[in-house]
């Protein structure tokens, strides 16, 4: 991989690698992801008008690699996974979880907020992967990030869940405060990457179309539970505080040879509510 992009991606906090993936697999994936998403949700009839502010950003269901296996090899695929190894400057990474994140035809902007916060992982090595499956331009969900915000190690937990986040509030924080997100335009192959700490946003979708978009969220190996803030991703398995996180919920994602097989315990009914709403794998 090119130094440019690591230099990038440490000076800014994202970086984009073009033609990580052949169209061929984007167009595979895009059907894959579609049927995945529309079997999780098959219980979820509500028109896009009738959904929390949240829900009205995207349609979201985590841990696709679990139950669908041709998801398996993408959310394992070590293109992706050794350009975020390389990104963040560690030998060994481990998945937290993927996520499908599908900004419907008319689906309202993605509020600003970084990601750490909401992991309960003391290490701040932490990428996402953000994997468009078509391309992505002003109208259709463009992801912004602001630049350098990573820089900032405080993080700060911005209630996205809630609905529309005070913009006013958001302006006071040194990460955004008198800066412009720097928006990415995307084609079909491309991969962007973000750090954990930093800020980003998404514009509303205006098109008829939605926007299907693949995540993955990967940590350093070795990392460790900060507090006990509720995520399945540790509280399946019993991690406790100050314990590395090293399960089969969040198996080695580099370097493998080859994916790996979903957890052994199946998702308890403690997880009863994600379940239903598709949120999670429900066998
Ligand atoms: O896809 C979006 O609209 C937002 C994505 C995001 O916030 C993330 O991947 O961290």
């Known amino acids: 991989m090119e130094e440019s992009l690591i230099d990038h991606f440490n000076e800014k906090g994202f970086v984009i690698a073009e033609k990580l993936l052949e169209v061929s697999e984007i167009k595979h994936y895009r059907k894959v992801l579609d049927e995945a998403v529309r079997l999780r949700k098959q219980l979820d009839k ?6 929390t502010e949240y829900e009205q950003s995207f349609i979201q269901c985590q841990n696709l690699w679990e139950d669908n ?5 993408l959310a394992f695929d070590q293109r992706i996974a050794a350009t975020a190894a390389k990104l963040l400057g560690v030998d060994r990474l481990r998945i937290w979880h993927d996520q499908a994140l599908v900004k419907e035809s008319g689906g309202r902007e993605t509020d600003a907020h970084h990601d750490q916060p909401y992991w309960p ?8 992967a953000w994997i468009p499956l078509v391309p ?60 954990g700490l930093t800020f980003h946003l998404a514009k509303p979708n205006k098109t008829k179309e939605d926007r299907p978009v693949f995540t993955v969220i990967y940590f350093a190996d070795g990392s460790t539970r900060r507090d006990d803030r509720f995520h399945f991703s ?9 314990e590395i996180i090293d399960s089969d919920v ?3 994602a580099f370097p493998v040879s080859s994916p790996p097989p979903r957890p052994k315990e199946p998702i308890s009914e403690k997880f009863v509510f994600p379940k239903a709403l598709g949120l999670l794998p429900t066998n």
């Open 250 to 252: 969040t198996p080695l």
């Open 136 to 195: 992505i331009s002003e109208n259709n969900g463009q992801m912004g990030f602001f630049p350098g915000s990573h820089k900032i190690k405080e993080a700060k937990f911005i209630n996205i869940f809630q609905g529309k986040v005070d913009q006013q509030e958001l302006n006071k924080l040194p990460q955004v405060e008198g800066k412009e997100p720097e928006y990415v335009e995307l084609r079909e192959g491309d991969v962007s990457f973000h750090h």
């Open 46 to 51: 509500r028109k896009l008008s009738e959904k």
């Open 234 to 242: 540790v509280d399946r398995a019993g991690i406790g505080v100050g």
């Open 69 to 73: 296996p041709e998801i398996r090899e």
């Open 121 to 128: 992982i003391k290490e701040s090595n932490t990428i996402t």
